[in-house]
């Protein structure tokens, strides 16, 4: 699917200080950033002091969000706090791997050429944006144990729109791997439900119906790899995918992990070129998404992406009914150093003096790596 006319809703200054969160540990807590209902789309309160985030300005990037000369200024959970917390991700991830066998094969080939060092730059979720089952639903637990939330994408011709977060900066383990190295940034969207078909809103809100409080137990079914709703019946997955395959996608999935990202840059060897591992990735027979080249490139050129083709499962719906559907992928990204940090000498470069965020045209086409075309293209 191509994106057209499309925007995101960012602040008009290139570097924008995030909000300090004081944190106690193991207090769950309702971020003052979120609006009181999941259902709120336009407009949405800017978590930035003195920068609106309306309807005012737009632009079709998300720029970078770090503060010139330093990282911004985030609470950190507790140590108690922070093990629970990657415990929760470690699950997310064993079910994210146990269902990808292309993700934890790629996972396998890059550690085993570069001694075993892998950061993730993020991990994505998707969510249906109704009655509470939106982006807050899968937000929570990371607000709650020190995240930060950043800035809106919109994507109108995906009827889509996401809020990334930015984990807490002074975590207890920088020099781990994977899940035990630095956190990952969250990516988490949603589907304007209201924005869909009679016929296909009356489908999904069926079954988050169904769900009963689901919505408040997001990250348990991520964990677990179960949905909070009915095991659903193939004639309405058919509907949804007629009409949104990300629709399609949730049903079936849930909250499961979407993606986790490579962070290439932070690669020891010469795969931290993400163009090098795209080509390490081809010879050794895995499909990368190619919609809109296999290199995504923000407007900036700050930030390349690239991701495999989605693994497909055996789903066996509720008539007893089993048929193929896409599951997650694998991403990477490479985040070039900001224009200001040029002259830095490279060992003392670090996160917060490379581009930030998230940007509209890329995530657009990293969302296609689970569309029917590239499916296809990759069993072809």
């Known amino acids: 699917m191509k994106l057209s006319a499309t925007f995101s809703l960012c602040s008009s200054s290139p570097a924008v200080k995030s909000v300090s969160r004081s944190l106690p540990a193991l207090l769950p807590l309702r971020s003052p950033l979120r609006p009181g209902s999941a259902d709120l789309v336009f407009p ?24 010139p000369g330093a990282g911004p200024d985030r609470s950190s959970p507790s140590q108690g706090a922070e093990s629970f917390l990657r415990k929760v991700l470690g699950n997310m991830e064993s079910v994210y791997l146990s269902r990808n066998p292309t993700a934890k094969a790629i996972l396998e080939l890059v550690r085993s050429a570069d001694e ?49 977060f930015s984990p807490p900066r002074n975590s207890l383990s920088e020099t781990g791997t994977g899940m035990n190295g630095p956190l990952p940034r969250i990516f988490i969207s949603e589907l304007l439900v209201d924005k869909m078909t009679p016929q296909t809103q009356e489908i999904i809100r069926k079954y988050v119906g169904i769900s009963g409080n689901g919505n ?75 919609e809109g080249g296999i290199l995504k490139v923000s407007p900036d050129g700050l930030l390349l992406q690239s991701s495999t083709v989605a693994d497909s499962i055996l789903f066996q719906f ?29 060992k003392e470069v670090k996160e917060f003096h490379r581009r930030d965020g998230f940007e509209v045209g890329n995530a657009d086409k990293i969302f296609e790596s689970t569309s029917k075309e590239q499916l296809t293209r990759r069993a072809a």
């Open 44 to 67: 949405r309160k800017s978590p930035f002091p003195g920068k609106p985030c309306g309807l005012g300005k737009m632009s079709f990037s998300v720029v970078s969000s770090s503060a």
């Open 116 to 164: 075993d060092q892998i950061c993730y730059d993020h991990l994505a979720f998707r969510t249906f944006g109704v009655n509470g089952y939106g982006i807050d639903s899968m937000a929570d637990i990371f607000l709650d144990y020190g995240y930060t939330q950043r800035e809106e994408l919109r994507f109108p011709a995906k009827k889509l729109r996401a809020l990334w």
């Open 216 to 290: 408040k137990h997001a990250a348990v079914a991520s964990a677990l790899g179960a949905l909070t709703w009915e095991k659903p019946l193939y004639s309405d997955f058919q509907q949804l995918a007629r009409e949104s395959e990300y629709a399609a996608w949730t049903l079936v999935n849930g909250y499961a992990v979407n993606h986790v990202t490579i962070s290439t840059h932070q690669l020891k060897s010469h795969l931290r070129n993400i163009k090098s591992l795209n080509e390490y990735i081809e010879k050794n027979g895995f499909s990368l998404n190619s």
């Open 318 to 346: 509720a008539e007893g009914i089993k048929e193929s559907v896409p599951c997650s992928y694998i991403e990477f990204a490479e985040r070039l150093v900001l224009p200001q940090f040029q002259s830095l000498p490279e």
